[in-house]
């Protein structure tokens, strides 16, 4: 599984942005799919995670409530949308597949085989 996430910029504080990760391969939709972020000078973080099926997902607590995941499997392609960012939210998001046929979406690294490239949020205050 190739993944490609793309929607990063530069936003203004309270402001929302849409991240998309396509992936290649015909058995997307066998993985759960999660976003994660790394902010510099820090480990890399769970942000959010989708089941295979689209229905266990999973958040931070620090994005409850600001962030929505989502899943088409007709596009091979899963979304966070990012409402209210913070400058706190600043960081480069990863998404990434694992843990195939999961019913529960797994939070750690650990749990996840295959790794986009990145994109980059700046959130200014």
């Known amino acids: 599984v190739q993944l490609q996430a793309s929607g990063g910029g530069l936003v203004q504080a309270g402001g929302s942005l849409r991240l998309s990760c396509a992936a290649s391969g015909r058995t997307f939709n066998t993985y759960t799919m999660g976003w994660f972020r790394q902010a510099p000078g820090k480990e890399r973080e769970f942000v959010s995670g989708i089941s295979w099926s689209g229905g266990s997902t999973s958040y931070a607590d620090s994005v409850k409530g600001r962030f929505t995941i989502s899943r088409d499997n007709t596009k091979n392609t899963v979304y966070l949308q990012m409402n209210s960012l913070k400058p706190g939210d600043t960081a480069v998001y990863y998404c990434?597949?694992?843990?195939?046929?999961?019913?529960?979406?797994?939070?750690?690294?650990?749990?996840?085989?295959?790794w986009g490239q990145g994109t980059l949020v700046t959130v200014s205050s």
């Open positions: 990434a597949a694992g843990s195939p046929l999961h019913a529960i979406v797994v939070v750690s690294t650990r749990g996840y085989d295959y």
